[in-house]
């Protein structure tokens, strides 16, 4: 199949041992959900032959785009704490790496069918985490964090078998590269030294050119992972799976599952419904993340020389990241309330803030998005405790040089008016289950300006509204 797509796949050119190859097995009927132009023209692909009817085939899998390899990656992890020995792609299949433009993309179907590591599951995925996934990726991307990307979904005309009957559904995602700190893990777990050195290799040419051996890539990988988690936070999201095989070694977001964006504020928020003990909550995911880049940096020890020396620098590599996870907190931070310079008290200013926020049921979104204003107070249970911080703060602001207007104008511009919020996520796919797919589209095409004014998308839930739990959706 042609669809011009420039395609050179160095993960197909590892060992064998890597991957199973593997085609996507076709489905009945491809119908298009919605294409990604801008993404697609930036990857250089017509988004006009994407949406023919060959361009359809390759994204529902019943056609391989001419120069792809497809197959499926093999990958371990631990799942709640648990190790598993032995996952992979199960409901994927790496079609191809796309050179573009700007660097090397995964190109990737999920719900493409049974791969060798699909266990007990069908392969395929439905309608309702595809456009779960659309949303939440692109709206992360548009407030500017690392993350995946959707190129395109499309229906399959076959059903996928989960609580009851759904339409089924294939999500194109494109990523800097979908190796996890579990691809790791399933190297060393299986004493091959020799595949580790080659996915080290492969991993700081590709993502990290430069860095300096095993050392090096955790380090560089700590460093994204830092910056990745404090940009989350700053924004309200609950990744929900943090588990080490869902841990990009790129430091994208990556397998949006249960995820959510929090209404309102409060640290122990947990949304997932496989979560019952809390250990993905909001703000317990920068000791995960440490945590999981501690089983990336176990991992990476045989390729570290002598063993006390090597277990010496992989844990002060480590425990460097509470600071750089810190440092960029903070600047999130300082940027959300309006502050240029840096005083020391700042970080009690905003964890007050973020304290009374939990304690009033603020909205997180709109309470930032507010700030300084009649409406920011009203998000507040009790207006109170807004009003004795913004006493504080407002003289805190009183020392910084910046007009009212610039840093009107500076905090909108990293304070969002819109999120993703779930109960208009699950609104969409509603909808798209009875066949409307015009609140898909138009919640899509709003996040992708997510600070500008959006009055329609802006409201909490009402308590109707409100939606407590989500699912994998596996
Ligand atoms: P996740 O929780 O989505 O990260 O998935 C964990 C593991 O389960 C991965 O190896 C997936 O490929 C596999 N998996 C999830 N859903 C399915 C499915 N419907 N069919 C086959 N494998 C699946
Ligand atoms: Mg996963």
């Given at each position: 199949m042609t669809l011009n797509i420039t395609f050179d796949n160095s993960y197909a050119r590892l060992p064998d041992r890597f991957f199973s190859p593997m085609e996507p097995t076709p489905v009945a009927q491809p119908g298009l959900i919605r294409i990604n132009e801008t993404l697609a023209r930036e990857l250089g692909i017509d988004p006009a032959a994407l949406a023919s009817p060959d361009g359809l085939s390759v994204l529902a899998g019943n056609?391989?785009?001419?120069?792809?390899?497809?197959l499926a990656q093999v990958y371990a992890g631990h799942q709640f704490g648990g190790w598993s020995p032995q996952l992979g792609d199960g409901r994927a299949l790496l079609i191809g790496e796309i050179k573009a433009p700007s660097g090397r993309y995964d190109m990737q179907l999920k719900g493409s069918g049974p791969t060798p590591y699909s266990r007990m599951g069908d392969g395929r995925a439905w309608l309702g985490p595809v456009l779960r996934e659309y949303l939440l990726s692109e709206a992360m991307y548009a407030l500017g964090l690392p993350t995946t990307r959707a190129l395109a979904a499309v229906t399959t005309g076959e059903t996928v078998i989960r609580e009851r009957r759904y339409p089924g559904a294939v999500l194109t995602r494109i990523a800097k590269s979908h190796i996890r700190v579990g691809t790791f893990q399933y190297f060393v777990s299986r004493g091959d030294s020799e595949a580790l050195q080659v996915l080290t290799d492969h991993v700081i040419a590709r993502h990290y050119p430069g860095v300096d051996g095993a050392l090096g890539l955790l380090n560089a990988v700590i460093d994204a992972q830092a910056a990745l988690i404090a940009g989350w936070m700053s924004v309200g999201?609950?990744?929900?799976?943090?588990?080490?095989?869902?841990?990009s070694v790129a430091g994208e977001t990556i397998d949006y599952g249960p995820c959510a964006f929090m209404d309102d504020y409060h640290p122990d928020r947990v949304f997932s419904s496989i979560d019952s003990f809390g250990r993905y909550a909001f703000a317990r995911q920068p000791e995960i993340a440490v945590w999981n880049l501690a089983q990336?940096?176990?991992?990476?020890?045989?390729l570290m020389g002598e063993r006390d020396a090597a277990i010496e620098a992989a844990t002060e590599a480590v425990n460097r990241f509470p600071q750089v996870y810190a440092d960029h907190w903070l600047a999130r931070y300082r940027a959300k309330l309006g502050l240029v310079t840096s005083e020391r008290d700042d970080p009690d200013l905003i964890q007050s803030l973020l304290d009374r926020m939990a304690h009033g049921q603020a909205d997180f979104t709109n309470t930032f998005r507010a700030l300084g204003t009649q409406s920011a107070r009203e998000q507040f249970a009790d207006p109170a405790g807004y009003d004795t911080w913004a006493e504080v703060w407002i003289a805190r602001l009183a020392r910084e040089d910046a007009t009212p207007d610039t840093r009107r104008a500076a905090m909108q511009a990293v304070n969002p008016a819109i999120i993703p919020r779930n109960h208009r996520v699950e609104e969409a796919i509603q909808a798209g289950l009875t066949g409307d797919l015009a609140p898909f589209h138009t919640l899509t095409e709003a996040l992708q300006t997510p600070f500008a004014e959006h009055p329609d998308l802006a409201s909490p839930p009402t308590e109707g509204q409100r939606i407590k739990q989500t699912f994998c959706g596996t």
């Open positions: 056609a391989v785009p001419d120069g792809a390899a497809p999201f609950i990744h929900g799976v943090m588990n080490t095989d869902n841990m990336l940096a176990t991992s990476l020890l045989p």
